[in-house]
């Protein structure tokens, strides 16, 4: 970032945009610990196969967030869904098999971006600032990712609310009356866990000009992301947006004032922090009995 | 220790000792220089995996962190030898007594939690190690390298140690600690760690103090990774971040899921047959992680029990069908 007039407020408006797409990726996280009842670790990889989109289409000269952000979302739902129908659910009730698998699909995806594109840090040209406030420099790319993180944020929320999205309360609360009345759990799981790699990948796709684009860049979203989900829950889409937002905040603080590597320390942390105070942290959203099968 | 288990059939101690003997005749037989390095590497490197078996994989608490005990080592005996000026086995020694310091304190803080609640908390202190150290620069002199950082620390010995020599150490190494921890795994303690493994409730229910014996088990399997650390500083020369890193941490999950959890002799034959076959064939680190991930998926997705377990099962289910003929 250029040196601002007024960094601290430049710091702030740049973490409530940041935030916005890393709330629209929470809650990704959080509607697949809810409907197909898993911790995913593979969610950052799908962070970072948006940006890679968003970098090769820059690179090829058809470079628009919104072009990016639609095809990553398209290449991300084929992947998760592929992922989530062969490996996620028949591993299900293992929860050895799906923490390192899921780990296992991150660390491969990052391998392979290695070998594609280099182990070394890529960027996007963040483009020419829009309007100057009070020496707050606003770009066209904040503003296009707040305004689609929260539209879609704002969609998901009426989905749950809506008649539409009953399958998934009911997917949430209780399989197996949600089998019994005819719905098939298997494949609204697996649309579930693409979808939600898709929203991941949007949001990877419109931070991608704001972040040093490396294979493991997907591992501080996936964190954050794992905080928000402890913290909030699943069907309180405003309470995710404000943590995440509040995160973004953060973890932009931080590496401002402190060094970079900081903020990803202090996420760290944070998670750490969570799980020891809050033990039953993530139980308290999934029914317990998912986790009592220990092998 | 009283071994519990049942009897194991002296067809895999033969082939286990087998095997052990052609390790010991292979230098003899004119390996070159690279194999050699390659196979001293890959005892470290199972014995590790081994080490992970006993928390992850007998006491079934999933560990996504476990490079922090062998980078604490690792880090211990280079800081300690070269800013320092300790002497080697001094350093050694403190190193395994953090290693097993860190255990501890990752036992406390886990023995609470349950299931895939472990996994994240292992993996976030795994994560903050790495990213702590990959930021740290312990020295920078004028016109050298400076030390810390992605490039490590050198580990200082006191002299030149062959290539053979550490070969057979590190070999030695091996079957000890493999003896060691197959010990540890049938003993009475091994047995509590299996019963907490299939349900933690019904341990507890038996009068099992679980939290104690899950702090132990991480006692135990960090002074073996921690072991592990220091053996490999001493022979890799250099503690960099990637003692640190989650591709380390997942290796050990890897080659414990890929040999059979719970088994501990089949993680640690699988960490073996994986490093040789994928080093010794001279693919680049990112391309042998890759397959590893590769390897792993397929091999839950398939046999979610690893190759030993999938045997040892078999076995099992063929004694159970003969028992009754031999009995009638």
Not at chain 2, 15 to 44: C, K, S, Y
Not at chain 2, 104 to 113: H, R
Not at chain 2, 322 to 327: D, S, Y
Request: contains cysteine.
């Amino acid at each position: 970032m250029t040196a601002a007039v007024n960094p601290l407020a430049q710091i702030l408006l740049d973490g409530l945009f940041t935030g916005a797409s890393y709330a629209l990726m929470a809650a990704g996280l959080a509607l697949i610990l809810g409907v197909v009842k898993v911790v995913n670790l593979s969610h950052g990889a799908f962070f970072t196969l948006g940006a890679y989109v968003a970098y090769v289409l820059e690179a090829k000269g058809a470079g628009h967030a919104l072009t990016a952000a639609f095809l990553s979302a398209v290449i991300a739902f084929a992947f998760g869904v592929f992922l989530g129908k062969s490996f996620i659910n028949p591993v299900r009730s293992h929860p050895f098999s799906i923490t390192v698998g899921s780990l296992g699909f991150a660390i491969f995806f990052e391998q392979a971006a290695q070998m594609v594109w280099g182990p070394y840090a890529l960027s996007i040209d963040l483009g020419p600032p829009w309007t100057t406030v009070s020496g707050v420099v606003i770009r066209p790319w904040g503003v296009l990712s707040f305004l689609v993180s929260v539209g879609l944020l704002g969609g998901l929320s009426l989905l749950l609310s809506s008649p539409w999205g009953l399958p998934l309360k009911l997917i949430a609360e209780d399989e197996e009356i949600a089998g019994s009345v005819g719905m098939d759990v298997e494949k609204i799981r697996y649309l579930t866990f693409g979808a939600a790699s898709a929203v991941a990948a949007v949001a990877g796709a419109l931070l991608a000009p704001t972040s040093v684009i490396v294979p493991t860049m997907g591992r501080v979203p996936l964190i954050l992301s794992l905080i928000v989900v402890i913290a909030s829950g699943m069907e309180k889409v405003w309470s995710i947006f404000l943590i995440a937002v509040g995160l973004g905040l953060l973890s932009n603080l931080s590496a401002y004032l402190l060094a970079p590597h900081w903020s990803y320390l202090l996420l760290l942390g944070v998670t750490g922090l969570l799980l020891v105070l809050r033990p039953s942290g993530l139980a308290a959203i999934v029914p317990n009995r998912d986790y009592r099968r220990e092998r | 220790m009283k071994p519990t288990g049942t009897p194991r059939s002296g067809r895999t101690t033969g082939a286990l000792a087998a095997a052990a003997g052609v390790l010991l005749i292979l230098p003899l037989a004119g390996i070159d220089a690279f194999l050699l390095d390659v196979l001293t590497v890959g005892f470290f490197l199972a014995v590790y995996s081994g080490s992970w078996d006993i928390v992850g994989g007998i006491a079934g608490q999933i560990s996504l962190g476990h490079a922090l005990f062998f980078g604490t080592a690792t880090y211990a005996c280079a800081l300690l030898t070269s800013l320092a000026g300790w002497p080697f086995p001094l350093a050694a020694l403190a190193a395994l007594v953090l290693a097993v310091g860190v255990g501890a304190v990752v036992g406390y803080l886990s023995a609470p939690l349950k299931g895939p609640f472990v996994a994240l908390l292992t993996l976030v202190m795994g994560e903050a190690a790495h990213e702590f150290f990959l930021g740290q620069t312990f020295l920078s002199p004028e016109g050298a390298y400076s030390w810390g950082g992605e490039g490590g620390i050198p580990v200082v010995l006191s002299g030149a140690v062959s290539p053979w020599t550490s070969y057979y150490a590190a070999l030695a190494f091996l079957v000890l600690a493999t003896w060691a921890m197959v010990r540890v795994a049938r003993s009475q303690e091994g047995l509590i760690w299996t019963a907490l493994a299939g349900s933690e409730l019904s341990a507890r229910a038996s009068g099992v103090n679980v939290s104690r014996h899950k702090r132990r088990a991480f006692l135990v399997s960090s002074a073996i990774a921690g072991a592990a650390g220091v053996g490999f500083a001493a022979y890799v020369g250099r503690a960099t971040t990637d003692d640190f890193s989650l591709e380390l941490s997942f290796q050990a999950a890897t080659f414990a899921a890929v040999g059979g959890r719970g088994t501990v002799l089949g993680p640690v034959i699988a960490a073996l047959i994986l490093h040789l076959l994928l080093q010794g064939a001279g693919i680049p680190p990112a391309g042998r992680v890759l397959l590893y991930a590769l390897v792993l998926l397929v091999t839950l997705r398939f046999f979610p029990r690893g190759v030993a377990g999938t045997f040892r099962e078999r076995a099992r289910s063929r004694r159970m069908v003969r028992a009754p003929e031999e009995n009638g």
